[in-house]
């Protein structure tokens, strides 16, 4: 079975560009997650789908952060305007449902200068 | 906030079992503990979860003290590619729910030839 894909794998902008990052989850899966991680720390969830509802975004900072469901499959994760302190690697993850494990693409790494 | 306490690194001799504590000391009745680890540049990895119980699959064992507090995550044989970051978690994980997955520090299992 095909694993969560995410692309870029790296990305390299200056402060106040914009990025997109995008992800397609394994096939049948309801739930999709993005995760932040910066260099040292684990990852955090910044934002829960199901379906192409949104869960959980508490953790997304909303003035600078978007992301989007569209049918329910693939998504993409928006920054614009970058910051410096926004250089992380951004993962994918994806489950069958809420209650059941998560897996989690290779990441896209975000270099911000 | 992560719920669990880790030590920050551990080595171990390969071919030899690794065996990763954690503390949960604050776990709740309907809270599971997960296993999960992250190979240098990889997405995180799911390995094994449980309740109570002790729990084997084909990458680990789990062992769960019978007052819940803390557990041991055993790898029976560590190879080098075993060397990687190892994170173990508490959520809730009932019918059709399923907590976040909220990630700490981590292990950092250095397998030795």
């Known amino acids: 079975e095909a694993g969560v894909a995410q692309s870029p794998r790296y990305k390299i902008i200056e402060k106040r560009q914009s990025v997109a990052f995008w992800c397609n989850p394994i096939?049948?899966?309801?739930?999709l997650y993005w995760y932040q991680q910066i260099l040292g720390q684990g990852p955090k969830l910044l934002i829960q789908?199901?379906?192409?509802?949104?869960?959980?975004d508490s953790q997304l900072p909303k003035d600078r952060f978007s992301a989007e469901r569209l049918k329910g499959v693939d998504s993409t994760l928006k920054i614009q305007p970058a910051k410096l302190e926004d250089s992380a690697v951004y993962l994918c993850?994806?489950?069958?449902?809420?209650?059941?494990?998560?897996?989690f693409g290779p990441g896209t790494r975000l270099t911000v200068t | 906030d992560a719920k669990t306490t880790q030590p920050t690194s551990m080595d171990c001799a390969e071919g030899r079992a690794a065996n990763l504590p954690c503390n949960h000391s604050?776990?709740?009745?309907?809270?599971?503990v997960y296993w999960y680890r992250q190979i240098h540049s990889q997405g995180p990895q799911y390995i094994i979860h449980?309740?109570?119980n002790n729990e084997t699959n084909e990458m680990a064992s789990l062992i769960i003290t019978e007052d819940r507090k803390s557990s041991t995550l055993i790898l029976p044989h560590a190879t080098l590619r075993d060397t990687a970051v190892y994170y173990c978690i508490v959520r809730v994980a009932g019918y059709n729910q399923g907590g976040k997955l909220i990630f700490g520090q981590g292990t950092e299992l250095s397998v030795k030839p």
């Open positions: 096939s049948g899966h309801a739930t």
């Open positions: 604050t776990i709740s009745g309907n809270e599971y």
């Open positions: 449980g309740l109570k």
């Open positions: 993850a994806s489950s069958l449902s809420t209650a059941l494990e998560q897996y």
């Open positions: 789908f199901q379906n192409n509802g949104v869960v959980d």
